[in-house]
């Protein structure tokens, strides 16, 4: 028997390192709405703008192993928008302003509908890369609702980045906080959950239905 004491116990396998990382990629990206709902109460952008710049980072690092090879894989549309969150995040930093702070949220709105207007220029479409993790070689019909379906989460996009702008200019620094840390996600569990639904209940079954004829 090995004892724990002598240090001599077995390596960490790959597999729970990778598992590991992805766990904490995961987490930066969920304290991202807790860092914004809470900005109000802090009272501090600066203070802000580094944990923002922290979790950039954190995801960068964890998500796809080493730093340097993660930043390897990145596309000409990933350095676009990761140099922009971080100069957003940089530029809290150095001139703590409230306002800067306050138009992140539309940055990251920005950033989302660059990297998934991309995809409907060069394909396969953002929500088709998802599909694909489960389908390999997805019908036409799939690819044609999931091309349709990344262009709605576009639209998406462009409405809350420009009403977020809005939030920013004219709300008071609680109800920016709440709607951009906490009622945007109320709202996109909404939409997943009816483009679920419409899926399963309606989609799937019309495509189903015309094959069978």
Known sequence: MV???RGDEPPVKPATRGGARRLLATLAKLAYPVVILCAWRWGSPRFVGLLLLTLLWLQRAAGTGPLAASLRK???VDWAVAVTLNVASVAIVLTNSALVMRLYPSLVNLGLLVAFSATLVKGPSMVERFARMTYADPPAHVVRY???VTQLWCLFFVVNGVFSVY???WWSAKAWSLYN???VYGIIGTLLAG???WRRWIMLPRAA???AS
């Open 167 to 169: 939030t920013a200019v």
């Open 209 to 211: 239905r015309r094959e």
């Open 181 to 183: 840390g906490a009622i």
């Open 74 to 76: 990145l596309t000409a």
């Open 3 to 5: 004892s724990p004491l």
């Open 195 to 197: 483009e679920i639904a």
């Open 146 to 148: 999931t091309r349709r």
